[in-house]
């Protein structure tokens, strides 16, 4: 089974910057179109950066310009910088597959921007 393991979440202040990790066992990251979602208390989750099998990236208008999708392929990780953080980021962070049934979500990584 799919195992999703998160770090890199914390609190920051606005204007800072964090780096998540999210490290898949059991699957090969790179054959997958792959997401980054957010879900912040009481909304729904949703995608904020999405990368293809073919590296072509996309992003929400909230955060486009700030946040970078990238893969890092030896250790079998999908990455997100955060830069410019505002409160507004301020959620649960996870990362999933795109298309098909999804794996177990996992737990997460909270991501707090507060002065």
């Known amino acids: 089974q799919v195992q999703l393991v998160y770090s890199g979440g914390g609190l920051v202040q606005p204007g800072g910057s964090l780096t998540l990790s999210c490290a898949a066992s059991?699957?090969?990251?790179?054959?997958?179109?792959m997401a980054w979602y957010r879900q912040a208390p009481g909304q729904q989750r949703d995608a904020v950066a999405t990368?293809?099998?073919?590296?072509?990236?996309n992003y929400s208008a909230s955060v486009k310009g700030r946040f970078t999708i990238s893969r890092d392929t030896a250790k079998n990780r999908l990455i997100l910088q955060m830069n410019n953080l505002k409160p507004e980021d301020t959620a649960v962070y996870y990362c999933?597959?795109?298309?098909?049934?999804?794996?177990?979500w996992g737990q997460g990584t909270q991501v707090t921007v507060s002065a």
């Open positions: 059991g699957t090969n990251f790179s054959t997958y179109a």
């Open positions: 999933n597959k795109i298309l098909g049934a999804q794996w177990p």
């Open positions: 990368i293809t099998s073919g590296e072509k990236e």
